[in-house]
């Protein structure tokens, strides 16, 4: 579904990625781990074009998307994205956040949107908060609201950036059984996390990205009980 060619980002004479290649199949969940700087981000981040690559490829189904004819709003209705920071607009009620993009960019029927949107905030335990504004939610309930947003948009590629990182631990795992609930559902998935337990748990695919490449990647399996690259072993040894 997604597939990166010898992909490459720059700032200012910081190279970050310096040539990721790898594919990503449809309904694969794929967890990135690697130390901080080392260019995960930054990946996620070229995928829906947030970040323009300076070189090589990125391929959704087939069709490059730094390709200048491509529709980059439509595309970015396919691949929806969850940050460190919610993001959700403080001036809007929560179901307004979530209904919002549906109504505006995907022409969805007010009554139908809003049907939708709170059949995906019951799902997350948010159906009592809908005409609540953001700012009376508590962090774990903030990022679950941002994931409802995304998942509105009906996309057929989720990626989530750190989503836990700037929660308080007693938040995390309201957070991550959320996205755990996403990957039994046969949801294509990205996910950059620190939270070592739950990549092994969920992923079909683990990459280890330090220093802007791939330095190994494989099973959970693979990667947490007999990583071969000295890199990846320093990194788990800290970490674990």
């Known amino acids: ?26 309904g694969e969940v794929v967890s990135i781990i690697g130390p901080s700087g080392g260019g995960k981000s930054t990946f996620l981040r070229c995928l829906n074009l947030l970040e323009t690559p300076d070189g090589g490829q990125v391929l959704f189904k087939g ?6 004819k491509l529709n980059i709003s439509q ?18 009620t929560v179901l307004e956040n979530v209904t919002l993009a549906p109504v505006l960019e995907k022409k969805v029927p007010k009554d139908q949107a809003k049907e939708e949107a709170m059949a995906l905030l019951r799902r997350v335990g948010l159906g ?15 990022q679950r609201l941002a994931i409802v947003r995304a998942m509105a948009m009906k996309p057929e590629v989720m990626l989530f950036d750190e989503p836990t990182s700037a929660l308080d631990p007693e938040m995390v795992k309201e957070v991550l059984n ?18 070592m337990g739950f990549a092994r748990e969920i992923s079909d695919r683990v990459l280890f990205i330090c220093d802007g490449v791939i330095k190994e990647e494989g099973t959970p399996e693979q990667i947490f009980t007999c990583p071969h690259e000295p890199s990846t072993i320093k990194f788990l040894s800290m970490v674990l």
Do not use: C, W
């Open 63 to 68: 069709q490059d998307i730094t390709d200048k």
């Open 75 to 92: 595309y970015r209705q396919s691949i929806g994205m969850v940050f460190q920071h919610f993001n959700v607009f403080p001036n809007l």
């Open 178 to 195: 959320v996205i755990r609930e996403l990957t039994r559902s046969g949801m294509t998935i990205l996910i950059v996390t620190h939270e």
């Open 128 to 142: 009592d908060k809908a005409d609540e504004y953001p700012r009376k939610l508590s962090g774990g309930q903030k």
């Open 1 to 26: 579904m997604l597939e990166t060619r010898n992909l490459k980002k720059s700032f200012g004479k910081l190279e970050v990625l310096k040539g990721i290649s790898t594919g990503i199949r449809r």
